[in-house]
T-cell receptor, first 114, second 112 residues
Framework: EAGVAQSPRYKIIEKRQSVAFWCNPI?????LYWYQQILGQGPKLLIQ????????DSQLPKDRFSAERLKGVDSTLKIQPAKLEDSAVYLC????????????FGPGTRLTVL | SQKIEQNSEALNIQEGKTATLTCNYT??????LQWYRQDPGRGPVFLLL?????KEKRKERLKVTFDTTLKQSLFHITASQPADSATYLC???????????FGTGTRLKVLA
């Protein structure tokens, strides 16, 4: 079974630029999560989708971050404009059923904002 | 506010010994608790899930306990090996919600 795919793996941008990350979850997984992991910290949930609907986006900085999950499969996370404090690893995870099932994480995208 | 605490300092133990990691929480009533392993440059990998009505869960050399009175979970690795060296994260989930809150993780180093 293929795992969660993410791209790019690394991205370096200047502050105020835009960036987009892509995630392809495990086939058949209805729930998709985007996390932000700052160095030395645990993952922090940004947004959760159930199929193509948003379940929780309470910690998503909506003035600069946006995410979509078209057709309930792939998802993109965008930052516009980026700030220095957005430097982090952005992790995508998926699970077949929310809450009690495990989350399967992708390798993450390491973003550096200069 | 909700707070999850894991040992911020790295834990170094000798190969063959039992490693014990702690996860303490406040202002939270989790229905589930998970433990993940994270290697450098990789995403977390699920290890074990324990529910609030379960006291203990085992999987091979791993054991997790969950004490809702003490608001604490302990994660044990018996007969530790250098390959067990990684960061271990605990994550708490509340009943009726769909999200988990992660701790900051504890770095474990098993010395040969």
């Amino acid at each position: 079974e293929a795992g969660v795919a993410q791209s790019p793996r690394y991205k370096i941008i200047e502050k105020r630029q835009s960036v987009a990350f892509w995630c392809n979850p495990i086939s058949g997984h209805a729930t998709l999560y985007w996390y932000q992991q700052i160095l030395g910290q645990g993952p922090k949930l940004l947004i959760q989708f159930q199929n193509n609907g948003v379940v929780d986006d309470s910690q998503l900085p909506k003035d600069r971050f946006s995410a979509e999950r078209l057709k309930g499969v792939d998802s993109t996370l965008k930052i516009q404009p980026a700030k220095l404090e957005d430097s982090a690893v952005y992790l995508c995870a998926s699970s077949p059923i929310a809450n009690t099932d495990t989350q399967y994480f992708g390798p993450g995208t390491r973003l550096t904002v200069l | 506010s909700q707070k999850i605490e894991q040992n911020s300092e790295a834990l170094n133990i000798q190969e063959g010994k039992t490693a014990t990691l702690t996860c303490n929480y406040t202002n939270y009533s989790p229905a589930y608790l998970q433990w993940y392993r994270q290697d450098p440059g990789r995403g977390p990998v699920f290890l074990l899930l324990i529910r609030e009505n379960e006291k203990e869960k085992r999987k091979e050399r791993l054991k997790v306990t969950f004490d809702t009175t003490l608001k604490q979970s302990l994660f044990h690795i018996t007969a530790s090996q250098p390959a067990d060296s990684a960061t271990y994260l605990c994550a708490l989930g509340a009943s009726g919600t769909y999200k988990y809150i992660f701790g900051t993780g504890t770095r474990l180093k098993v010395l040969a």
